[in-house]
Nanobody, 126 residues
Framework: QVQLVESGGGLVQAGGSLRLSCAAS????????MGWFRQAPGKEREFVAA????????YYADSVKGRFTISRDNAKNTLYLQMNSLKPEDTAVYYC???????????????????WGQGTQVTVSS
């Protein structure tokens, strides 16, 4: 089992940047493919970005491609999401998620993931 704790959310103006972190504890972090999801008020949780166990493979939702970067540091048991050129429509609670796997692939569906953090609020003002 792995425990996930997000941090780094906050209030930022449109065009600004934030970096989210997700600290993992428990079983070996490198055994998990990781992902970021977000949920805005009144909307379903949506996929943002995913990364394989090694960090070699990444994938992004079209809405964030070119603006967000997912990365991981397996030595520090930490997942990151660098968010640049933020827009008001990026406002949401952001969650990190972990999927235990032996595969080298990434995963994009929320049902693929076994463990979730508590979320961190990101608010982008216009």
């Amino acid at each position: 089992q792995v425990q996930l704790v997000e941090s780094g959310g906050g209030l930022v103006q449109a065009g600004g940047s934030l970096r989210l972190s997700c600290a993992a504890s428990g079983r070996a972090f490198s055994n998990y493919a990781m992902g970021w999801f977000r949920q805005a008020p009144g909307k379903e949780r949506e996929f943002v970005a995913a990364i394989s166990r090694s960090g070699i493979s990444t994938y992004y939702a079209d809405s964030v491609k070119g603006r967000f970067t997912i990365s991981r540091d397996n030595a520090k048991n930490t997942l990151y999401l660098q968010m640049n050129s933020l827009k008001p429509e990026d406002t949401a609670v952001y969650y990190c998620a972990a999927h235990a796997t032996y595969s080298g692939r990434y995963y994009t569906g929320p049902d693929d993931y076994d463990y979730w953090g508590q979320g961190t609020q990101v608010t982008v003002s216009s």
